[in-house]
T-cell receptor, first 119, second 115 residues
């Protein structure tokens, strides 16, 4: 079974600085997707960024980028120029491509990292 | 706004009772996933429906059941409620599972409090 681990329950960053959130996962599959979701105080789950395992290039979305290390099964999220609105719980998630092909594809989430941004 | 709606937003009930949570997926999405977010268990997958058929089950208790109707909305039924069932329940929808467009869009959630 696949598992996702986020070892940092809480992180803090100064506004305008850069912060990196860590995520490791365990799987025997070679094809999958990895995601970072943001959950602000409103509790809405918002997709931040996704990475396809077959792509070597790291995904980037504006101030958000990932460092995907497939061999190490590591998937960290870097937030540059942190803003007050970035304060939220961040979840790393895994989705099996095989399950998607079989018309499924649940998300497996890590425990989350609570990010606070100091003005 | 993801386009996924969930009702009610909040639900307060007593132990032993039964409740129904409703989810309307985005227009055109055939897949509905239910997740539970609790303090001790984190975010867990419960069940997945695709075009009216159950596709996968996760850590869903026997006291819980779900269905997806012909109009594609889904309902999650929780019965014989216990204090530990208090949680935020999300549904998410996606287009027919497609490796090239697989984003799950989450609803705002239903917060269930069991007293």
């Amino acid at each position: 079974a696949q598992t996702v681990t986020q070892s940092q329950p809480e992180m803090s960053v100064q506004e305008a600085e850069t912060v990196t959130l860590s995520c490791t996962y365990d799987t025997s599959e070679s094809d999958y997707y990895l995601f970072w979701y943001k959950q602000p105080p409103s509790r809405q789950m918002i997709l931040v960024i996704r990475q396809e395992a077959y792509k070597q290039q790291n995904a980037t979305e504006n101030r958000f980028s990932v460092n995907f290390q497939k061999a190490a099964k590591s998937f960290s999220l870097k937030i540059s120029d942190s803003q007050l609105g970035d304060a939220a719980m961040y979840f790393c998630a895994y989705r099996s491509l095989l399950e998607i092909y079989n018309q499924g594809g649940k998300l497996i989430f890590g425990q989350g990292t609570e990010l606070s941004v100091k003005p | 706004d993801s386009g996924v709606t969930q009702t009610p937003k909040h639900l307060i009930t007593a132990t032993g009772q039964r409740v129904t949570l409703r989810c309307s997926p985005r227009s055109g999405d055939l897949s509905v996933y239910w997740y539970q977010q609790s303090l001790d268990q984190g975010l867990q997958f419960l069940i997945h429906y695709y075009n009216g058929e159950e596709r996968a089950k996760g850590n869903i208790l026997e006291r819980f059941s779900a269905q997806q109707f012909p109009d594609l909305h889904s309902e999650l039924n929780l019965s014989s409620l216990e204090l530990g069932d208090s949680a935020l329940y999300f549904c998410a929808s996606s287009v027919p599972p497609n490796p090239w467009d697989d984003t799950q869009y989450f609803g705002p959630g239903t917060r269930l409090t069991v007293l």
